[in-house]
């Protein structure tokens, strides 16, 4: 559908509010999108037939001054059809513009529109995409291509259509206080307001709450990050405890298998070392009883030395032994100290879960799980089992599965409680985007209310004046009809037919009232566009039947002259 079949010319408010263009009209990538909607809406209703000028994709991207001028006027067309270019380009477009409605007049200038393009080129692409989107509207009006209304959008906008349809039929009967429907639409605007209000109470008072019940269990459960950070930190304590105790139960074996060794060597080197000393007994007694030579005494020193060296020798192994045993007491109670601390950290760690001591609230089947070391390096505890030490705690077979199982409690009611504080989360959610809705509506709805007293002031100044035309006119008709009635009997019957006349035409002006009644709910340019045209068919009928009424008191003065001079002759 053309533009032309629109009934009146493009009306929008002089005094459009000038916004900073936000658009990226720089961006290249934005500026083809644009462009192709242009030259898509340029070419699929006909611009080069109308404007007798051909235009391809490029002359959206880098256009002449003709180009801007044919798309900018014909665009304006298709929003003001009766409109009529009579000055330059550069003088045109920035008024027309603001009566447009147009928010980004700050990026248009006099100086740019004498030769559009290059650097200032978005601008102005801009400028014709908008104008596009203003016709495209217009267009889907024109198609009765309307977006179905919120059932509360209808309900307010029949309560406008209510007050302008009993004003208009007051206006009609020559009524002009209108204060009484301007009180009932705005009686029903207030009540739905409160309605409006009371529901959004409503819902803030269940918002409010949600969000103490959510801080309520917020404070009432531990933290989820703490407990998981626990839960890891006991399982990594519990497996380092008992890879801990895994590597003393191999060095225990192994330093049981040394000291024996070491103790089997002192036995042999003490039995060897008594049999040297049952010997040298049994020399000395044989030198003192026998007669010894030069020779033998050298051959007992040479003995003896090679036992002297033999007893240095075993003595050096015995330090060196010594030794060994000091270092492996070294680590033995280094391996006590790493074991007490593991302990503690047990111990603490186990306290602040609270499933020490036994009976505590968190302890898995109230068993006490403390670990109390009993002496680890005493004589009696050599040899003796991890669990005899750790008095009597099986860590691999009973500790660690009750730890286990209460690490999968936990686990549990962190997933119900993160469960919990989703489903809470999500009513919150919708509770936040109900009572944004609302405010929405609140806040459209006193928009509406302004426009709808802006109209109304706007409709009620045109029908007071429409109406006191109406009257003089009428005041005038009705003398005439009566000085045509005292002075021409004859007229009557066309004087009725012509009542007649009037009343189909009433009957159609009231159809049409019937017609601009189911329209209105459309925007309010619209309502003013419908409004003067009817005020301008109002004029044009009156005029009308001014003119029937003149050439029907010609006629008739004509016609009863004739009749005189007739009788006279008579």
């Not at 898509?40 to 051909?54: A, G, Q, R, T």
């Not at 040479?302 to 270092?327: C, M, P, Y």
Request: hydrophobic share 35%; proline share 3%.
């Amino acid at each position: 559908m053309t533009g032309g079949g629109r009934g009146g010319g493009f009306v929008a408010s002089s005094t459009a509010v000038v916004l900073k263009d936000t658009r990226p009209i720089r961006d290249r990538a934005y500026q083809n999108m644009i462009a192709n909607s242009v030259y898509e809406y340029l070419i699929n209703n006909n611009f080069e037939m109308d404007m007798k000028h051909s235009i391809t994709p490029k002359s959206l991207k880098s256009p002449t001054q003709k180009d801007f001028v044919m798309m900018f006027q014909w665009l304006y067309r298709r929003l003001d059809p009766g409109y009529k270019f009579t000055k330059s380009i550069e003088n045109e477009v920035i008024p027309l513009m603001k009566i447009a409605g147009y928010p980004y007049l700050d990026s248009l200038s006099k100086s740019q529109l004498v030769a559009v393009g290059g650097q200032n080129w978005g601008a102005y692409l801009g400028m014709l995409y908008w104008l596009v989107e203003i016709a495209e509207t217009f267009d889907a009006f024109d198609n009765k291509d309307y977006d179905i209304d919120e059932p509360e959008d209808t309900e307010l906008n029949q309560i406008v259509i209510n007050y302008i349809t009993k004003s208009y039929s007051a206006f009609l009967q020559n009524e002009d206080d209108y204060s009484e429907y301007e009180s009932e639409m705005r009686e029903a605007f207030e009540e739905r307001i409160a309605a409006i209000k009371i529901t959004t109470d409503e819902y803030a008072k269940q918002k409010q709450k949600f969000e103490e019940e959510l801080q309520d269990m917020e404070h009432s459960t531990p933290s989820l990050t703490a407990l998981q950070n626990k839960s890891e930190a006991l399982e990594s304590d519990l497996a380092k405890f008992q890879e801990y105790i895994d590597n003393m139960e191999k060095r225990k074996t192994k330093w049981r298998t040394m000291l024996e060794n070491i103790n089997e060597e002192l036995i042999a080197m003490e039995q060897e070392f008594t049999i040297l000393e049952k010997e040298k007994v049994s020399l000395e007694a044989k030198i003192a009883a026998q007669g010894l030579t030069p020779a033998d005494i050298d051959t007992i020193v040479g003995q003896r030395e090679q036992l002297s060296k033999a007893i240095q020798a075993n003595d050096v192994k015995s330090s060196e032994i010594t030794k060994k045993l000091q270092e492996k007491e070294q680590l033995a109670q280094q391996a006590l100290d790493s074991l007490d601390t593991a302990v503690q950290k047990y111990t603490s760690l186990g306290y602040r879960i609270g499933v020490l001591p036994a009976g505590a609230p968190n302890c898995p089947e109230s068993k006490n799980f403390e670990i109390l070391l009993s002496a680890p390096l005493a004589e009696e505890n050599l040899g003796a089992r991890p669990n005899a030490i750790l008095n009597g705690l099986e860590l691999r077979h009973e500790v660690r599965p009750a730890l286990q199982k209460f690490r999968m409690e936990v686990a549990a009611k962190v997933h119900k409680a993160q469960d919990e504080s989703i489903r809470l989360q999500s009513l919150l959610d919708r509770v936040a985007e109900v009572l944004a809705d609302k405010r929405d509506q609140l806040d459209t709805l006193e928009a509406q209310i302004s426009a709808a007293k802006i109209t109304y002031d706007e409709a009620f100044e045109t029908m007071t004046s429409d109406a006191s035309s109406s009257h003089a006119e009428i005041e005038k008709l009705e003398r005439k009809i009566q000085a045509m009635r005292i002075g021409v009997q004859d007229g009557r019957l066309q004087l009725e037919q012509r009542a007649e006349r009037v009343v189909i035409e009433y009957d159609h002006m009231q159809h049409a009232a019937e017609l601009i009644r189911e329209q209105m709910q459309r925007k309010i340019s619209d309502y003013i566009e419908k409004i003067v045209g009817f005020k301008l068919h109002v004029q044009a009928e009156l005029e009308a039947h001014e003119n029937f009424v003149v050439d029907e008191l010609e006629r008739q003065s004509k016609r009863s002259t004739g009749d005189d001079m007739n009788h006279d002759a008579s």
